[in-house]
């Protein structure tokens, strides 16, 4: 039995009441529930980086760049919400995931291409997720560790027992059938997200009010004196691909809209929705990464909880930590989700008659209760998430993994399928004022990507050459 089947189930059999127009269970998601997973995808690890990145960039460039980003994330991820159904956006047929809808639009080939930068996208997420879970787990340790025998003391921690930790976690929330399960957890994740925000805002504004002299610039860290010339622009390249990262959800967009109910038009809820989650996270984005440099000035950490920007309170930094924590568990899922249903669609699809890969049945849990289980599931959603906690342990390298994978999906994910579908929906020309407009912006965010990209590699060679398997205090 399918797991839409046991749902239908459930609820008193297929009914035209218990399905909608494509056959599937009734979807139940709301404004709400959209733009809870909406926050829990976009305001996770990459706010801690933000103070780093605008020391980079300085008072001018860098809440420049953020309310860039932060506008062409929410008018891209606007036009994306109109392509969940083809070709009309309130009749048309469903697309499932980012991948169908550019199938629908755009033809297979473009669709490939899309695949493949969507899941290695995806796949870099959760890495990097499990790196950012480790490091926060580790600073818990740290932190208690700097309490009792100060600051000076040589407080080492293994991020391999917390990944592994984490892993074990994962493997058992990934047992999770579906996105349609995680409304709870994406919930609980939201509200940890803007918990540990604004505790990292607290803790900067008590720095600042405390006195004390930091210095900041116009221009961010100075040549000559912080860093050298070139150190200086391979770092304000990767501190672009730090703020995109910071913004990337439009890679689950799709797989969040097929969550919501029909009524009213899907599209419509999830155009509020992205407006709600882009301006909150927008919102946190500029005060704790203005704030934050003005607290630590050129010398901000690359993650201002974990990179011990601050010792004391060091309760509250703790909870801090576990917030990132809690929070991360929560968003592997979002993330994992999509990655989990397109393998086993395509396994599905490519042994039809296989028992072990279409076997499923209903299991009582404790407390739980009725649960589907299908061995299948089982056993390769667990090797993906230890694959992904064997490489996040290869390269345990936080700002330069995060401007990677944010260099690697800003521009094809966030903005050039958008456009390039909204264009092929409304039938623009690409001569046309509009068109121009489009192709202009589409154009210039592949340059920005390329940029980013260049910076962040070079981040993560300079730090393989440096890499220790413990950090030291």
């Known amino acids: 039995m399918s797991v839409e089947a046991f749902e239908i189930a459930e609820n008193g059999g297929a009914n035209l009441k218990d399905v909608d127009d494509d056959g599937r269970p009734k979807r139940t998601g709301t404004l709400i529930t959209a733009s809870a997973h909406i926050i829990t995808a976009v305001i996770g690890s990459g706010v801690l980086s933000l103070a780093w990145a605008i020391a980079q960039l300085g008072w001018i460039i860098g809440p420049t760049v953020l309310i860039a980003f932060s506008l062409i994330t929410w008018f891209c991820s606007s036009l994306l919400t109109d392509c969940y159904r083809a070709p009309d956006p309130v009749h048309g047929k469903r697309n499932y995931t980012y991948g169908d809808a550019v199938r629908a639009y755009l033809g297979d080939v473009k669709y490939r291409f899309c695949s493949l930068a969507q899941y290695v ?8 997720y499990t790196i950012t879970t480790a490091i926060s787990m580790g600073a818990v340790k740290r932190s208690n560790c700097f309490h009792r025998y100060g600051h000076q003391a040589p407080c080492k921690v293994s991020d391999t027992t917390n990944m592994i930790i984490f892993a074990a976690i994962q493997i058992v929330l990934s047992q999770l059938p579906n996105f349609h399960e995680l409304s709870l957890l994406s919930l609980v994740a939201a509200v940890m997200s803007i918990t540990y925000s604004s505790i990292g805002l607290a803790l900067a504004i008590a720095k600042i009010a405390g006195g004390g002299h930091v210095r900041t610039t116009l221009t961010g860290v100075t040549v000559g004196v912080d860093v050298s010339g070139s150190e200086k622009i391979w770092r304000t390249f990767q501190s672009l691909g730090d703020i995109a990262f910071a913004y990337s959800y439009s890679n689950v967009l799709i797989e969040i809209q097929d969550t919501l109910k029909s009524s009213p038009p899907e599209n419509k ?65 979002v993330f994992a989700q999509p990655i989990f249903q397109f393998f086993e669609n395509y396994i599905r699809n490519r042994y039809p008659e296989s028992g072990f890969v279409h076997s499923e049945r209903i299991i009582k849990i404790p407390i739980i209760g009725k649960f589907p289980f299908s061995p299948f599931r089982m056993v390769w959603r667990t090797l993906y998430v230890i694959v992904t906690a064997l490489v996040a342990m290869i390269f345990p390298f936080f700002n330069d993994f995060l401007g990677l994978i944010g260099a690697l999906s800003f521009w094809p994910l966030t903005v050039y399928f958008p456009v390039e579908m909204y264009k092929k929906q409304a039938q623009i020309h690409k001569f046309s004022k509009t068109g121009v407009w489009l192709n202009t912006l589409s154009s210039a965010c592949l340059v920005v990507s390329i940029l980013a990209a260049c910076g962040s590699v070079q981040g993560l060679v300079q730090a393989l050459a440096h890499y220790k398997p413990f950090r030291v205090s």
Not at 121 to 128: E, H
Not at 303 to 311: E, K, S
């Open 121 to 128: 996208n995806l796949v870099g997420v959760t890495i990097g």
């Open 269 to 333: 809820v999830m155009k509020k929705a992205t407006s709600i989650g882009v301006s909150t996270t927008t919102l946190f984005y500029m005060l704790c990464g203005m704030l934050g440099y003005a607290a630590f000035g050129n010398e901000a950490p690359g993650n201002f909880l974990t990179g011990f920007g601050f010792y004391d309170p060091f309760w509250l930094i703790d909870i801090g930590n576990i917030c990132i924590a809690i929070h991360l568990i929560g968003a592997y899922q």
